[in-house]
């Protein structure tokens, strides 16, 4: 397995990869490739984005993408936007080899803290298991327009 940055070359097989992987459970989400692909260019569009991934034999397997946030003092973090592991793929360890590689490439950056927001119960297992905590600091909130 090959651990490296994003290439925009890369992104229709990232967006391929992002279908498939909500496609189950426990997400059942409808993605069409156009939207994933959307999704992962408007992520990656600017200049504090930072996108890596997992290859095996040449196929992209694993992903992630993000943005660093800045902030005073210098407290910056790195916001992910997208984490996943092809379906065939779940369930030996890829996921947790791809966050400490994101968590090393962070560490190098100086960033004081990665974080998610993640809706489903296994999901956020995954992330518990990986030493991230659920915290109190703030609400998530949303307006319906």
């Not at 967006?15 to 992962?40: C, F, M």
């Not at 916001?79 to 030996?92: H, K, L």
């Amino acid at each position: 397995m090959h651990f490296r940055k994003i290439y925009t070359e890369d992104y229709n097989d990232c967006a391929k990869n992002l279908v498939s992987a909500y496609a189950g459970p426990p997400w059942h989400n409808k993605w069409t490739d156009q939207e994933a692909l959307l999704r992962i260019e408007a992520t990656m569009s600017g200049f504090n984005s930072r996108g890596y991934v997992i290859e095996n034999e040449d196929t992209i397997i694993a992903m992630c993408i993000g943005r660093i946030d800045y902030y005073f003092n210098n407290f910056n973090q790195f916001f992910i936007d997208e984490f996943n592991v092809i379906p065939n793929q779940q369930g030996f360890g890829i996921g947790k080899q791809l966050m400490n590689f994101i968590i090393d490439e962070m560490k190098q950056e100086k960033i004081n803290k990665i974080f998610l927001i993640t809706g489903g119960e296994s999901a956020s297992k995954f992330y518990a298991k990986n030493k991230f905590e659920i915290t109190n600091d703030g609400f998530m909130m949303e307006l319906d327009l």
